[in-house]
């Protein structure tokens, strides 16, 4: 894997950590995790947009940059928790930087890289959404309160190992399904948006986690968005072995 470095960064709510691969100076790329992830969510993508780099010498050399949420990896544990304060976290980041970035988010990531694109114009170029940022469909006859509750009864078991807070994941998960500004911050982002999906959903058995209606809602909306559907990815290896979709838009 290639090699990546790593700091923290006292955020609006408290400190995030920083996961860095490529050359300084470069275009700048912002990764953000799923909700039970980490930075580390990122290597496969990182390492061949890195290698890709390396064998392309005429090609354009990225720094990318994947952040450890609060609750995550070498984060702070403490709340606020939610997509709100999260978006906040990444904004007071981005700020920090020399230009706007190309802002890519994953799952529960896109939900706050959406957030923090709409509400941080001038900090963000094009926004880039994995598998997630879109509103989740909530089947009929399920509230959004029960899709979380069963969703987060098969999470919740394996965040120890992961070195992820529990109640980080509930908080951030009940605000993605519940909180309506959270659910639809999509639709606030005036920047370009690639949305990359995947054909299948957290399981091969699964449903799409972002569905063909969902897709066509944004498009009826006016978003500026081009549309990629991953053939026989899992809302996992989307980032995984079926990536080469993601890293061909992150390279452009």
């Known amino acids: 894997m290639s090699p990546s470095t790593f700091t923290t960064f006292a955020a609006q709510n408290g400190s995030i950590a920083v996961r860095t691969w490529g050359v300084d100076a470069a275009p700048i790329v912002v990764l953000i995790h799923g909700v039970d992830g980490s930075s580390e969510s990122w290597s496969t993508v990182a390492d ?24 995550r990896g070498s984060a702070d544990m403490d709340g606020p928790w939610g997509v709100d304060a999260h978006a906040e976290d990444v904004a007071s980041f981005l700020a920090t930087l ?24 001038s900090l ?15 089947p009929e006859g399920m509230t959004a309160q029960a899709l979380a509750d069963g969703a987060l009864s098969n999470i919740v078991p394996n965040l120890e190992a992961k070195g992820v807070s529990a109640d980080a994941v509930t908080a951030d998960f009940h605000s993605m399904v519940g909180d309506e500004r959270a659910a639809r911050a999509v639709f606030d982002v005036p ?49 995984g072995d079926h990536s080469a979709a993601v890293v061909e838009v992150i390279s452009g």
């Open 48 to 71: 061949a947009i890195v290698r890709r780099g390396t064998e392309d010498p005429g090609g354009d050399a990225l720094q990318l940059v994947a952040l450890d949420l609060r609750g």
């Open 98 to 121: 020399e230009e706007p970035v190309v802002l890519v988010g994953h799952s529960f990531g896109g939900h706050v890289a959406a957030r923090c694109a709409a509400d941080n114009t």
């Open 124 to 138: 963000v170029e094009q926004l880039v959404l994995v598998d997630g940022g879109p509103p989740r469909l909530i």
């Open 191 to 239: 920047q370009p948006i690639d949305l990359v999906r995947a054909e299948l959903g957290v399981a091969p058995t699964l449903p799409a986690v972002v569905p063909d209606v969902v897709v066509e809602e944004m498009k009826a909306a006016g978003l500026t968005l081009a549309d990629q559907v991953v053939a026989g990815a899992t809302h996992f290896s989307v980032l």
